[in-house]
């Protein structure tokens, strides 16, 4: 399985990523740069966290319309795996390649904590080593991680079963307890919380690793 990591301007969590990656496949993943226009061949290609040009007008607004998101959303629609983590889910939110936003937190202040999330869905590549219901240590870090959707979008994505996790201990207000959603076809991924940083002991927990086997699985 050969991954790709998208970088932007911001982007501080990219080396987290490689380094989940690299020690899930036995590979190095790509680094694609924002302001390519094309994608090296891959299976799977990950958003990762960071501040995204800085935040500027909305979180992943700018982000979403950087030329390499043209084919990241072309080879998505034709089956690629895509995983956002963090900023990563709020540029999915904002390409429309998932449905709802994430706003600011609930409290207006920046949340970095660990948090435990219920594995609500394992019938995708991301999640199908986990059990239902399972709990998954890792931690979270942002200032708008505040999931929302409209009442009819939020009655289909839970209606789809599309919801991927929830929080047990909500840190930022998301409708629902909302922490990740997958796209109609279950092949796009976002999430807020980092389980790239939860892949060691030395990280306080070694849960997130599981969805990195389970992609690796699927894809392997």
């Known amino acids: 399985m050969q991954a790709a990591i998208v970088v932007f301007p911001g982007s501080n969590r990219e080396p987290d990523a490689a380094r ?13 740069w924002h302001a390519d226009s094309t994608l090296p061949e891959a299976d799977l290609v990950v958003l990762p966290g960071g501040f995204s040009y800085g935040d500027y007008l909305r979180t992943g ?9 043209r084919e990241v959303k072309e080879r998505a629609a034709k089956g690629m795996r895509v995983w956002g983590i963090c900023n ?5 939110c904002e390409t429309g390649m998932l449905p709802g936003i994430l706003l600011r937190n609930k409290s207006l202040k920046f949340v970095c904590k660990p948090v435990t999330l219920s594995v609500e869905s394992t019938d995708s590549d991301f999640t199908r080593l986990c059990k239902k219901g399972q ?4 931690i979270v870090a942002h200032g708008d991680g505040n999931y929302f959707a409209e009442p009819e979008t939020l009655k289909k994505i ?3 079963g599309r919801v991927a996790f929830r929080y047990r201990d909500n840190p930022n207000g998301s409708i629902n307890d909302i922490a990740g959603i997958f796209n109609e076809q279950g092949n796009v ?3 807020m919380p980092h389980p790239e ?5 030395l990280h306080g927990s070694t849960d997130g690793k599981i969805l990195f086997d ?3 699985q699927a894809l392997g």
């Open 20 to 32: 989940a990656l690299e020690r899930a496949t036995g590979k190095k993943p790509h680094i694609v």
């Open 61 to 69: 607004a700018m982000a979403a319309h950087a030329p390499i998101m």
């Open 88 to 92: 990563g889910f709020q540029i999915l």
């Open 135 to 138: 709990d998954l240590r890792v």
């Open 158 to 160: 839970e209606g789809e």
């Open 189 to 191: 991924l976002g999430m």
């Open 197 to 201: 940083d939860a892949i060691e002991p």
């Open 214 to 216: 389970s992609v690796v």
